[in-house]
């Protein structure tokens, strides 16, 4: 949950600890922090401040500039300590996933084809490129490929060298038909691996032809009949700039740059990739804790429930055998009283009401078991109409 960091509060934090370990601390990079702390007017320690602090060194803070001109707090969610501690082991490991690959030549060029690729490649070869975004892609049936008719061989062999570098860590792969998306299997984990090529668009400009098209629509006596030319209000124009997709939340992008294409950070791309897996991994295994928390709490809640809604129906009952206790106590009381008035001679007609009185007073009693033919049994239901008779 987000909570409100002020100007000071940060300031004594960056002050007190490196500013990578408080950037970890709010699930932050280190640019990131940077970036938040100069909207805030923080000022950062310079390079080297940490090791002179280590080596004994006493310096001095760069004072907190004053407030009026700079954002006052920011909306921040504070990991505790074990997601920063996890944080860090996969920040770890994928320098040494990153530092182990550059030992091992991973080229783009492969004699050894996916089998999933030579698919796409066949698949989305046969696709119309001609209209619309001109994009080739079908996710549903071959690899989530997203590219014009110029960079499907770039990024099938692009893909191709990904998933090969990947099969050596362990990694499988495969078609998500249902959900459209080629998914990444690795240790343990599914998530989403697109390469897709960014397209520009511009305003379209309309050619002799559709302009034709449009004076003979409207010359036309019978226009209402016939359609309306089809003329794109966008042109979409390839920009042979691709990129590729990692998980969906979390998620990873590496694009190509104008100094660096993807062929040339496919180490980088592969380390990027293990390390969102174990990413993926911790926060699917810290929701499986906290769904089981949940779901101890709400058996705890019904648990306690039950017992409680036990324990009233078992005090209303007392209640209830002590009303109706106290009610035949004074039906009984009652009886005495009208016996004691009736005098000596008592007629067989007075005899019988009080025996018929004693037995109600014992059938309410609840420390009695004694059963009424009358009051026992079902209410007397009101005849029904004449075709009713027969029920």
């Not at 005090?315 to 008035?341: G, P």
Request: glycine fraction near 6%; proline fraction near 5%.
């Amino acid at each position: 949950m987000s909570q409100k960091v002020d100007r000071q509060s940060l300031y004594e934090e960056v002050w007190t600890d490196p500013v990578t370990d408080v950037a970890r601390r709010y699930g932050l990079s280190d640019v990131g922090l940077a970036k938040l702390c100069k909207t805030m007017g923080i000022p950062l320690p310079g390079r080297g401040y940490w090791a002179k602090v280590r080596s004994g060194a006493q310096l001095k803070r760069i004072p907190l500039p004053s407030t009026g001109r700079f954002r006052e707090t920011a909306s921040l969610t504070r990991y505790d300590s074990e997601q920063v501690e996890a944080k860090k082991a996969i920040e770890q490991r994928a320098k040494e996933t990153k530092k182990s690959l550059r030992q091992i030549p991973i080229p783009v060029e492969q004699t050894d084809q996916h089998p999933l690729v030579a698919a796409a490649k066949q698949r989305l070869g046969r696709l119309d490129s001609t209209s619309g975004k001109r994009l080739l892609s079908a996710p549903d049936e071959v690899l989530d490929v997203e590219v014009t008719a110029g960079s499907l061989d770039r990024a099938l062999a692009l893909f191709n060298a990904l998933l090969l570098g990947l099969s050596k860590l362990g990694a499988g792969v495969e078609i998500d038909r249902e959900k459209k998306r080629t998914l990444l299997v690795f240790e343990g984990t599914h998530f989403g691996l697109r390469v897709s090529e960014r397209i520009t668009r511009r305003e379209h400009i309309e050619t002799p032809e559709e302009k034709s098209a449009k004076e003979r629509y409207w010359k036309s006596a019978d226009r209402y009949g016939a359609g309306y030319p089809s003329i794109p209000r966008y042109d979409y124009l390839p920009t042979g700039q691709l990129t590729i997709t990692a998980g969906h939340w979390p998620s990873r992008t590496w694009n190509d740059t104008s100094r660096t294409r993807l062929e040339a950070r496919l180490a980088e791309v592969i380390a990027g990739i293990v390390s969102l897996s174990s990413e993926i991994r911790a926060k699917e295994q810290r929701e499986a804790r906290e769904a089981e928390e949940r779901r101890q709490k709400e058996l705890r809640y019904e648990e306690e429930l039950l017992r409680w809604e036990q324990e009233r129906a078992l005090f209303e009952e007392l209640e209830a055998n002590a009303m109706r206790w106290e009610r035949a106590w004074r039906l009984r009381k009652y009886l005495e009283a009208v016996e004691a008035n009736s005098g000596a001679e008592t007629t067989a007609e007075f005899s019988e009401w009080i025996a018929w009185a004693r037995a109600k007073a014992d059938w309410v009693d609840p420390l009695v078991k004694r059963a009424d033919p009358i009051l026992d049994a079902p209410k007397p239901k009101r005849p029904g109409h004449w075709w009713d008779a027969g029920d």
